[in-house]
């Protein structure tokens, strides 16, 4: 058992210098405890917002929603797979993502679970890296903007009035 230690260790430690971090990834929290996103914040003037404000709500339009924001992260990178890629080869791979593995009735949280989380081919999990430096588990960062949609449509009036027509 001994030999197979330094092995073990190898391999727990490759994937995290190959990201470029010595230490393991954020969950979508800095270290001060604030949460992190994919754009700024708040978010209603974003063009991501009012098209779902103007949408049929649901878990498809959710998540268009949440690809939607990559629009707006030009300035962050997406780690897939051993690869860094940009906002727009990020996005792309989100909506492939929901033409291709959605199942309907499928809740949102549930989606990024079993498909943003973790790469189906590898299970290696999907990165974000911030202009910082700081790198986070893509699925957290998600689940920030699903907690930022929900909360701004809470409060905003507009919301009410879309979902009463």
């Known amino acids: 058992m ?7 260790m190898a391999l727990f430690i490759s994937p995290l210098f190959i990201t470029g971090c010595a230490t393991a990834p954020l969950k979508g929290i800095t270290p001060e405890g604030k949460k992190v996103y994919l754009g700024p914040v708040p978010i209603n003037d ?9 949408s049929p709500k649901g878990d498809v339009n959710e ?4 690809f939607s924001r990559l629009k707006l992260a030009t300035d962050l990178s997406f780690y897939h797979d ?15 993502l929901m033409r291709n593995r959605y199942k ?3 809740d949102s949280r549930t989606f990024l679970k079993n498909y943003v ?8 999990v999907h990165l974000i890296k911030y202009p910082d430096g700081s790198i986070h588990e893509g699925y957290y ?8 949609l929900e909360e701004t449509l809470k409060n905003d009036p507009r919301a009410a009035k879309h979902a009463a027509a």
């Open 2 to 8: 001994k030999r197979l230690l330094p092995y073990f």
């Open 46 to 54: 974003t063009e991501a917002y009012q098209t779902f404000l103007n």
């Open 63 to 66: 998540q268009t929603y949440m």
């Open 82 to 96: 051993g690869s860094w890629y940009n906002w727009l080869e990020a996005y792309r791979g989100g909506m492939w």
């Open 104 to 106: 309907k009735g499928q």
């Open 117 to 124: 989380w973790r790469s189906e081919d590898t299970g290696q």
């Open 141 to 148: 960062v998600l689940l920030n903007e699903l907690d930022l």
